[in-house]
């Protein structure tokens, strides 16, 4: 299935957003999904890919009238949606563990987090659930402390 981006824009990704000396009662209160740059969306297919398996592939860019865009392909899963407790496993079984009710999960022995896994992010193919729209990211600074202490 290909995919392009909108024009000018490079999907999403999690940025931090709280001011020192803050401690928020929810991790939503502390980060938000922020424009990403197109070295940032570069990265998150290629780290997608080796955290859940080879399924995204970047094509190219085009241009259109308002901006370039990427062009990517996926592949196209058939499924159910999962629940979130089966998310929560699968992502357990990853080194992941689930940042409080947040569908975000953070794996501290690489500082890796996984953002936007909720169920329409993930397709149940043969009991197993596999995401295929979440944005994986490093952390580090006061990010990676915060996502540790959640």
Known sequence: MLKITYPGQFG?????????????????DAIGLMPA?????????ALHNELFGRSMRFHG???QE????????Q??????????????????????????DENAYFRESDHLAVFDAHARNFVLVDGIPVPFDVIPQYVTGR????????
Do not use: C, H
Not at 37 to 45: A, C, F
Not at 66 to 73: A, C, D, Q, R, Y
Not at 143 to 150: I, Q, V
């Open 37 to 45: 740059t197109p070295l940032e969306y570069l990265d998150r297919l």
């Open 12 to 28: 999403l990704r999690m940025r931090f957003t709280l001011k020192p000396g803050v401690m928020p009662k929810r991790l939503a």
């Open 143 to 150: 990010f990676e402390a915060l996502l540790g202490l959640w």
């Open 66 to 73: 308002k901006g370039w865009s990427f062009v990517v392909s």
């Open 75 to 100: 592949i196209f899963l058939r499924g159910e949606k999962p629940s979130i407790a089966q998310i929560a496993a699968f992502m357990a079984e990853n080194g992941f563990r689930r940042l409080g």
């Open 61 to 63: 860019l085009v241009r």
